[in-house]
Nanobody, 115 residues
Framework: QVQLTESGGGLVRAGESLRISCAAS????????MGWFRQAPGKDREFVAS???????AYAVSVQGRFTISRDSAKNILYLQMDSLKPEDTGVYFC?????????WGQGTQVTVSS
């Protein structure tokens, strides 16, 4: 079964760190670009970070230098380490897998950063 399941969201204070995870079932990292997106209340979903099949990362300007995307190919888990969190980082974080004929989304995990 092809599935993405996010976990690890929660409530943190500004300046703190949080790591969220995405367990990928039936989705080989070798053939899919894996990414993180987020959606704040009343706003459109936006790109946060991605990692290419070869391992090259890319980040939105707003998170560059604070967030780190990584993956464990043996466990098929995608991570997003978020440091120096800001209230504007609040939102539902979604995992995405983009590959041949596939554009798969997880259900999302809520991240709330209080000031």
């Amino acid at each position: 079964q092809v599935q993405l399941t996010e976990s690890g969201g929660g409530l943190v204070r500004a300046g703190e760190s949080l790591r969220i995870s995405c367990a990928a079932s039936g989705i080989p990292f070798s053939s899919h670009i894996m990414g993180w997106f987020r959606q704040a209340p009343g706003k459109d979903r936006e790109f946060v970070a991605s990692i290419q099949t070869g391992g090259s990362p890319a980040y939105a300007v707003s998170v560059q230098g604070r967030f780190t995307i990584s993956r464990d190919s043996a466990k098929n888990i995608l991570y997003l380490q978020m440091d120096s969190l800001k209230p504007e980082d609040t939102g539902v974080y979604f995992c995405n897998a983009l590959g041949p004929g596939a554009d798969i989304w997880g259900q999302g995990t809520q991240v709330t950063v209080s000031s």
